[in-house]
């Protein structure tokens, strides 16, 4: 990478909605209970937006926490990664921009579902290695609870809503915080394995309700996604010539817990390597791994100096990884 082209974080922020559901709370409407959903997600509460909050209102509190974080809010381009947009069209990134008091930047949505982040931050280290732009706000924002059935019990105990982001500055390579080697992937054949049928181009309007929701075939989702995110990690680690022994934390999409752990395992790293934040804030989607950066930066798991593999797995099928050195970076 040319000096001075290489996409470093510079600054990290988190946004979750007030209102906590546990589990408790959803078993009273759903047939489902706190074990069940403890034992096979690792999940015991969710934040859950209000009806009057949408996927641009979080990304605003994250991205502006990002802002304070990166001690400026100069930046030149802002790419939302998202798949609960507030609307069809337009993209919502640019009411992001303005609600950011950043009108007139570059502003559009990345949408790869749960590896939207990783995909955005693609992006935006691709607007940064081009010269397009000298700093970027990547946001993952997304309202899962709107597109899940209040009565299905395979898919509303999972998700929770939630927005997370960073900002991405040019500088050096071999900066603490520089984006190494970035693996991206999908696979449209499987696309039905999780999809919201009805509302998009191909199906506007249904006569059946539940098609205007998520559907999911999880034990074939779960069995992708430890696969997959495996397979990215080993490639990502390649491609910077270092080691799963060289891995200080795995921040891996927050989908469950037991993905987590197996995806670990797969690689052969040890469990106390792995960030796992899923058991307070469900499925968030694009947000999940810059929330779960900022969870670990809280509570001190992760620090200055670490090495530190993401991974994600999503609809789509979409899946891939990076890695970085974590820099002296702490959550806005
Ligand atoms: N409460 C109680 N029982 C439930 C339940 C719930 N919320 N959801 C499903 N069950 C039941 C099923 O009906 C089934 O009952 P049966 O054996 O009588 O038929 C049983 O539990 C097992 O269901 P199954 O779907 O095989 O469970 P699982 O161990 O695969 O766990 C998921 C289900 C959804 C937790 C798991 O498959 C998963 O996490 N998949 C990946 C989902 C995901 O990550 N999606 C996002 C990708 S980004």
Redesign the pocket.
Known sequence: MQKGHSAVVAGLGAWLPPRVVDNDELSRS????DE??RT??GIRERRIADADTSTVDLAVQAGGNALRSAGSDVVDALVLATSTADQLCPASAPQVASGLGLSGIAAFDVNA??SGFLYALATAGGLIAGGIANRVLVIGADVFSRLCDPED??TL??FGDGAGAVVLRAGDADEPGALGPIDLHSDGELADL?IVPAGGARQRVSAEPHDYFLT?Q??T??RH?CARMAESARTVLERAGQDVADVDRFVG?Q??L??LQATAKQLGLPEDRVVANIARTG?T?AASIPLALADACEDGSLRPGHRVLMTA???GLTWGSTLLTWPDVKPG
């Open positions: 759903l047939d489902t209970s069940w959903i096979r997600t579902v749960c019990r395979s105990p999972i999780l999911m999880g034990t989702v779960f996604a999409h989908a469950n037991r993905i499925n989607s797995f999503g609809a």
